[in-house]
């Protein structure tokens, strides 16, 4: 089993800048793809970003891609979005997820329990 728990979350003001942080136990961590969502009321959950289990891949949602980065410390399992350049557009919950699988569909496998960002503009 894998648990996840997000933090990190807050309110910033446009052009700012967040980091949100995804701790994660169990013993198939480690050998598992992480995975950031988010999802903004009225909306469908969205793929933000993936990175692998080995760390050498990534992959951005077309939103978010060269604003945000995604990046993984493995021997404290742990895994990073950074988040520059924000807009209102990006105000939602955001949930880390593990799966098997490395894909931006939103079937993975174990979710957390979200953290909220707001963008004021």
């Known amino acids: 089993q894998v648990q996840l728990v997000e933090s990190g979350g807050g309110l910033v003001q446009a052009g700012g800048s967040l980091r949100l942080t995804c701790a994660g136990s169990g013993r198939t961590f480690s050998t598992r793809h992480i995975g950031w969502f988010r999802q903004a009321p009225g909306k469908e959950r969205e793929f933000v970003a993936a990175i692998t289990w080995s760390s050498f891949g990534t992959m951005y949602g077309d939103s978010v891609q060269g604003r945000f980065t995604i990046s993984r410390d493995s021997a404290n399992n742990t895994v990073y979005l950074q988040m520059n350049s924000l807009k209102p557009g990006d105000t939602a919950v955001y949930y880390c997820?593990?799966?098997?699988?490395?894909?931006?569909?939103?079937?993975?496998?174990?979710w957390g329990q979200g953290t909220q960002v707001t963008v004021s503009s």
């Open positions: 997820a593990a799966n098997t699988m490395f894909t931006k569909a939103t079937t993975w496998m174990h």
